[in-house]
Structures are given as structure tokens and as C-alpha cells.
């Protein structure tokens, strides 16, 4: 089939069904002709014209804007919109509209829209040459995107950025050129949706305790919320010194346990599981495996940092460390990243090695990602946190995000934190699935210590004294959890175990309190 002898939209005519340009080498790029297939674009028409249920094939991925020829584009356009108006659009209709609205003569005039018809072959083929048009489509995007990279090299874009922001730049670009997944995206059937819960339940009847997801390492946090699970995003946030990222870090030494355990069992000793990854913005990743260290051995990391262990304890440190390098953790400690870098670096790291949770420290210290402006800090850390959800949507693995706590907490007397404290709150508590909050009474009691020279006699301030240290007893080694939000279940409390020595996070043992649970 042979296109007709029309000018194209490069000013020459159209060409057949392999019509993507050629000639030229690396510098002849200006004289290539842009990918189109305007043979299948007649075509499409063609079976839109002759038999308007074929709008159904291509409704969903093609748009106006995918035609090489802007003509073309206008004609689907016509179509698109009687035929979703439950209006016949057909040669004659067509006609009339265009007449009316003195387009008729641009479109080609009546013969045109007649010669259209004798293009098609079948409406059964509809859908291929939708898909062969969005193709010319992203390859001209492709086209236009690498002239931008090209352009900014050389210094000629009225707005410079230094080298490593073009790469982000030209990341993005492709990942939202990647991301328009509409021609292969769209509904489920019923059934297989029910097919996936139905795996999900007899996932988490197999492993046990109600855990369908990944394990956190604590049992009552999985035992509330079934473990981590896809697509999730996980806010963690509460006021400096509660011990966000000690928790934080303490989720993902679970569940990269959980990743090389199942891995193991399945394929074997010395299997290699998917990774658990660690982007800290604030902590360096030696501070970060020094904690991990410290935590493990049970040794200060202060000690540790000074030299101040003895051999015995050096030994120990050393078995530790052989241990811990067996799990599938890693640590990005690049400060400020954007989050098209982040983006980027998590799907790289899944299509190398598979990637199953992220960890990020903290959000509040990302940029948007480059090229973005956003007009507020609520509107950047709103992009943030959709990115990130996106992030979850896109991998299909839970994301854990620590977040800061506005300082309204310390004006209240109950310092337990609350949605709204969050900051720049409305746009996290909304784009979580789980926002949870983490408390240590014994850290506001600390500072509540009573003074001799508050009182006015002894008695009152051993009376005070003795109330004191009654309720430091109460809250030593304890934290709580609050579940604030929860998509997939219920919010509320969870108590843990906290050795502040260590900065580390365990199960509490309700019975014999003082110590973690099992140890």
C-alpha cells in the first residue's frame, strides 16, 4: 500500500511503512528526515472512517499529537470526538464539520477525506497501526530529547547546568518518556486481581504470624501491618534525638535478614538475594555501617570511634562485621540528591542485581528533580513525596522515607507527635500509605529533672524527686511506635525496646520488660 501523493509535514511526501529517515552519519543529523509512518497513519483513518468501533483498538494509547502530520492529528481528532459523543464520524459527517468550520480546504478538501478510505484494509489491523504511529512517536520524542543533551553540551541552552545536572536532566527526560506507558498500561480483569489476593493470603499463611509482605525484623510492627509491602510508601517521622534513623536503619538490617534467608532456602547457600538500599542524606555510609556495627556487637560506637575496645571485644567487632557483609545492603551517601537521581540509581540497582525495599534519609534533605521550580518548599516537598510514591508504584517494592517534625510538638505538654506536625504536612500524610511516628518518653523526662533550688524545702524535693524517678523507670528502654495512618489496616501503638547505649531498636518482651524480647 502506497501513500498518496500529498506533501508530508517535512515538505516532502509520504512514505511507506518503514518511513523513519535515513542517510546522514554523526554530523549529518539535519538532513535525516523525522520517523513517521504516514502510510499507517492513512491507514488508521481509513479503518476510523470505514467502521467507527475501531476507536476502541487505539482509544486508549493514541492521541492527536502521536500523528507525524498535524492534518491527520486534526482528522483523528474530529473522529475522537463524535465518535465518544456516541456520533457517527464518517466521510460525510467529517465533511460537514469541517465546511462549518472552514477547515475543509486544510484537511485536504473532500477527496482527501474519500482517498483516506480506500487506504484502509481492515479494522481488525486498527490497533497495529496505533501502535506503529505512537512508535514514530516516542522515536521522534527520542529525536528531540537527544538534540536538547546535544545542545546543552555545547553550551548553547539559555539556561547552562553543570555536567552532572545535564546527566540528571536527560535521566528524567527518559524516565517520563519511558514512564507514558499508556499503549501497554490499562485495566484488569476481575479475576486476576482476585488471583493476586488470593496468592498474597497464602503468601502470608506460609510464612506464618500474618506476614504477607517483607519482613521488618520486629514482630509486633509485622504483626500490625503484615511486614512491608509493595508498591507502599512508608513515612517514618519524629523530632531529632527519638531515633528515627537508628529505627530506620534497624527496618532494613530485617529485612535484608528476611531477603538472604528466603533466598538461601530457595537456591541454596551463598545465594544471592535482592538488595535492600540505603540512601542516607545525612549520615555518611561509614557512620552508617558504624552504627550497624555498634548495634550488632553491642559495643559504643563512641568506643568504637576512640579505639577504647579491648582485643576481646575487637575480635567480636570483626566476627560482626564478617556477618553483617553477607546481608544484600547498600548504602548511597550522596548528599542533596534529586530525586530523578535517585529514581534513576534505584532502577539501575534492580535491573543489575534486584532491588526489594528503600530506605531514604531523610526527605526534607532531597531536591526535586532537576529542571522542576517548584514555587513553595510544601510544593517541592510535594513532588518529593510523589516521586517517591512513584518510586514504590513503578518497582513495585516498599519505600520508607524518614521526614522531620515541625517544632510544634515541643509547645505542647503531651509531646507525642501528631499528622499535623508533620511538616509541610499535607502533602506527606496524602501521598503515604502508612505514616507512623516514633516517641521516647524518656527523653523529655530527662530534661524534666527536678532542682534542689525549684523547691522550697527538702521534703518537696525528694517528694519530686522520688515521682521522678519512678516515672524514668517506668520509660527506661522503651519506645512507642504510633501508627497514625495505615491504608491497609489498623493504626495505633506498638511498644519496643530501646537500648539508648547502642541507639538500638528491638522487640519488647511484655513480661520481663527491661530486655528485648528473646534475648
Known sequence: MNSFDR??????????FGGAGGGGGLFGLSTRLPPSNIAAEQALLGALLANNKAYERVSEFLQAEHFADPIH?????????????????????????????????????????????????????????????????LRRQLVDLGETVVNRAFGTDDEPLEGSEQIEAAEQALFELAGNKAASGGAIEFEKALAHAVDAAATAMTKGGGVSGLSSGLRDFDARTGGLHR??????????????????????????????????????????PPAVAIFSLEMSAEQLANRLLSEES????????????????FDNFLQVSRELGRLPILIDDTPAISLSALRTRCRRIQRTRGLEFIVVDYLQLMRPSVGTRPESRVLEISMITQGLKAIAKELAIPVLALSQLSRAVEQREDKRPQLSDLRESGSIEQDADAVMFIYRDEYYLKAREPKIAAFDNDQKFQDAMERWQQDMERAHNKAELYLAKQRHGPTGKIDLFFEAEFTRFGDLDQVHSSSPYGE
Not at 7 to 16: A, I, L, S, T, V
Not at 116 to 136: F, P, Q, R, T, W
Not at 233 to 239: D, P
Open 231 to 272: 508498591s507502599d510508601l512508608l513515612i517514618l517521622a519524629g523530632r531529632p534525638g527519638m531515633g528515627k534513623t537508628a529505627l530506620a536503619t534497624k527496618i532494613a538490617f530485617g529485612a535484608a535478614k528476611a531477603l538472604l534467608r528466603e533466598a538461601e532456602e530457595k537456591h541454596g547457600p551463598g545465594a544471592k
Open 298 to 313: 553491642r559495643i559504643q560506637s563512641d568506643r568504637i570511634r576512640r579505639g577504647e575496645i579491648s582485643q576481646r571485644e
Open 7 to 16: 506533501p508530508g509535514p517535512d515538505g516532502g511526501f509520504g512514505g511507506g
Open 73 to 137: 492529528g486534526r482528522i483523528f481528532t474530529a473522529i475522537a470526538r463524535r465518535v465518544e459523543n456516541g456520533q457517527l464520524a464518517d466521510v460525510v459527517t467529517l465533511r460537514q464539520e469541517f465546511e462549518h468550520s472552514g477547515l475543509l480546504e486544510e484537511v485536504g478538501g473532500p477527496a482527501y477525506l474519500a482517498q483516506l478510505l480506500s487506504a484502509m484494509v481492515g479494522i481488525i489491523n486498527a490497533g497495529e497501526y496505533g501502535k506503529l504511529i505512537h512508535d514514530c512517536w
